[in-house]
């Protein structure tokens, strides 16, 4: 059974940092990219970054500089870095799996999604 | 970047009616688009993939189609358990997702 867990959430006064872990089971975690997307209160979705099998990086507009995407396929977890926090930056953050591996080369959305960490910058 | 207008922003239908969600993407997207049901303190649930493969365990009363710029989703049937946000989600390059629609019960 594929399980996706994110922890890592909190309050965090903003200008601060965190960072996010999504923790992987059930699959070969070091063939496919993993997502993070968030949830602003009462808002709609927004992609925030992913990272590939081999590890390449891509990031929103709005976060890229500040926030940093890595992996550890030795963990089967992937990691969210956080920095210079803002208030906009509050929402829950979701950790996903692409559906289709990096190598099999095709455009892919989402197939399984972590239940949510809430992160909250606020003073 | 690629932007999704998602239509209806919310409506609301009686049990047993039809109900028709659009999606346009600003360009071109061939068939990059994921269609999510999400209910209140839940993460997304995939529903439609390819823009129109149902989900293996995804009852058939719902659908998805178009290609291009122009794609619809639909519930042929709506039933109380519906009631969620449902919202698109296009890959074509940089990904982004619709506003979503709040589907209410008359």
């Known amino acids: 059974e594929v399980q996706l867990l994110e922890s890592g959430g909190g309050l965090v006064h903003p200008g601060g940092s965190l960072r996010l872990s999504c923790a992987a089971s059930?699959?070969?975690?070091?063939?496919?990219?993993i997502y993070w997307v968030r949830q602003a209160p009462g808002k709609g979705l927004e992609w925030v970054s992913d990272?590939?099998?081999?590890?390449?990086?891509f990031y929103a507009d709005s976060v890229r500089g500040r926030f940093t995407t890595s992996r550890d396929n030795s963990k089967n977890t992937v990691y969210l870095q956080m920095n210079s926090l803002r208030a906009e930056d509050t929402a829950v953050y979701y950790c996903?799996?692409?559906?289709?591996?990096?190598?099999?080369?095709?455009?892919?959305?989402?197939?399984?999604w972590g239940q949510g960490t809430l992160v909250i910058a606020s003073s | 970047d690629i932007q999704m207008t998602q239509s209806p922003s919310s409506l609301s239908a009686a049990v047993g009616d039809r109900v028709t969600i659009s999606c346009q993407a600003s360009?071109?997207?061939?068939?990059?688009l994921d269609w999510y049901q999400q209910k209140p303190g839940k993460a997304p649930k995939p529903l439609i993939y390819?823009?129109?493969n149902l989900e293996t365990g995804v009852p058939s009363r719902f659908s998805g189609s178009g290609s291009g710029t122009d794609f619809t989703f639909t519930i042929s049937g709506l039933q109380p358990e519906d009631i969620a946000t449902y919202y698109c989600h296009q890959y074509d390059i940089v990904p982004s997702f619709g506003g979503g629609t709040k589907v209410e019960i008359k």
């Open positions: 996903a799996k692409k559906r289709y591996t990096t190598s099999s080369g095709r455009r892919a959305g989402l197939d399984y």
């Open positions: 390819g823009a129109s």
């Open positions: 360009q071109d997207i061939s068939n990059h």
């Open positions: 059930g699959f070969t975690f070091s063939s496919y990219a």
């Open positions: 990272i590939s099998a081999g590890g390449i990086t």
